[in-house]
């Protein structure tokens, strides 16, 4: 018995993936530890809830879909040993992730080099898709394409004359503070500040004090929900009344909760809002509600919308090859919630709503709406 179960074991390893697989893979890699947990977590509730709906309705290509989760904790050494876990041992056919753009960035290659799609859900620093790597697809804004969009309905409803900027200090971070103050500042609208700070930081009191010294009429944050739950508290604390606005998690549940008071008033340039009034949206908020008890943010919306934009690629590609798949991606009209996904010759999604939100009474209202358009 136990030479015959060694042999079976050994034709496993050599059987290739389609022989040795009764099922689908796709690996996800996403932070479900550390200081981005919360916004980590929440794309792998979005990307279960899309795998059971597709499961439900009969897999794809007559087989189960297995979503495989790696911890990439928003570092890039992790996230690479993540991917080539999910690539070698798991046998993945598609990836997604790695949510922090300077994460993302570095399993970028490793996608590359094993001719394997990657999609990421949440990744918006803008060059990111300008660099010719064929398998990369970006199903998520840009913080180019946002400051594009909201930067003039920002500095003309909160009559910004001044604005202090405030990132955490990744690609990501750095990424958006740019964008929005070369936008804004092509508005008028001068710089007091730019300061920037480390993922899981806790103190915030001397940077604040720089913005009281600033006297900015706005404060632009690039944060997640951890970190930015934590400043806006401490804003609060100090009896700071500057306007805030910015990028991030601000209209998420876990924000919201965890800010308290300090959410309110917060506005928000953001590629989902569970409070957007369409008839997809309001099913998926349902659905999504029954599941994990909470409404979406944009973090559960993105991986939702991801894994069913890579299970809908594999049935076009009828199979589980590498560039069956990728050619498939470029075929995407996928109806979301937020509006309609296509991909751009450099994998860019273009075609969906992005809107700008305040927080008001606990609940993100939708103040602004633009489609997220590809620069002419």
């Known amino acids: 018995m136990l030479s015959f179960r060694v042999a079976m074991l050994a034709f496993a390893t050599v059987a290739t993936p389609a022989m040795a697989q009764e099922e689908i893979r796709i690996g996800l890699v996403e932070p479900v530890t550390g200081s981005v947990a919360y916004n980590g977590n929440s794309v792998v509730e979005g990307a279960k809830l899309a795998v059971s709906e597709v499961n439900t309705a009969g897999g794809i290509l007559g087989k189960q879909v297995r979503l495989v989760i790696e911890d990439g904790q928003c570092q890039p050494s992790a996230s690479v040993n993540a991917v080539e876990k999910l690539v070698q041992k798991d046998k993945v056919a598609l990836l997604v992730g790695a949510f922090c753009s300077s994460a993302t960035a570095a399993i970028m290659p490793v996608a590359q080099k094993y001719k394997i799609p990657l999609i990421t859900a949440v990744s918006s620093k803008a060059d990111l898709t300008e660099q010719g790597n064929r398998y990369f697809f970006r199903a998520a804004e840009t913080d180019a394409l946002m400051a594009r969009a909201f930067a003039k309905i920002l500095a003309q409803g909160l009559k910004l004359n001044s604005v202090a900027y405030v990132g955490v200090n990744d690609d990501w971070g750095r990424g958006g503070v740019d964008e929005f103050n070369r936008d804004l500042s092509e508005l008028g609208v001068k710089a007091a500040l730019v300061e920037y700070f480390d993922h899981g930081a806790t103190d915030f009191f001397t940077l604040l004090a720089k913005l009281r010294a600033a006297k900015s009429d706005g404060l632009f944050v690039a ?123 450099k994998g860019q999604a273009y075609g969906f709503e992005a809107v700008l939100v305040r927080i008001e009474n606990k609940e993100p209202k939708v103040v602004a709406s633009a489609p997220v358009e590809l620069p002419h």
């Open 223 to 345: 944060a997640e929900t951890q970190d930015g739950s934590i400043l806006v508290k401490q804003i609060r604390e100090m009896g700071l009344t500057t306007k805030v606005f910015g990028v991030g998690s601000w209209a998420t549940a876990d924000f919201i909760r965890l800010a308290g008071q300090a959410a309110e008033g917060i506005y928000a340039a953001v590629p989902y809002a569970s409070s957007l009034d369409t008839p997809r949206n309001q099913v998926f908020v349902k659905t999504y509600e029954a599941a994990y008890k909470v409404k979406p943010g944009k973090y559960g919306a993105a991986g939702y919308n991801a894994l069913h934009i890579a299970a809908a690629a594999i049935a076009r590609a009828g199979s589980i090859d590498a560039e069956a798949i990728r050619e498939a991606l470029h075929k995407t009209r996928y109806e979301a919630p937020n509006g309609v996904y296509q991909f751009d010759a």
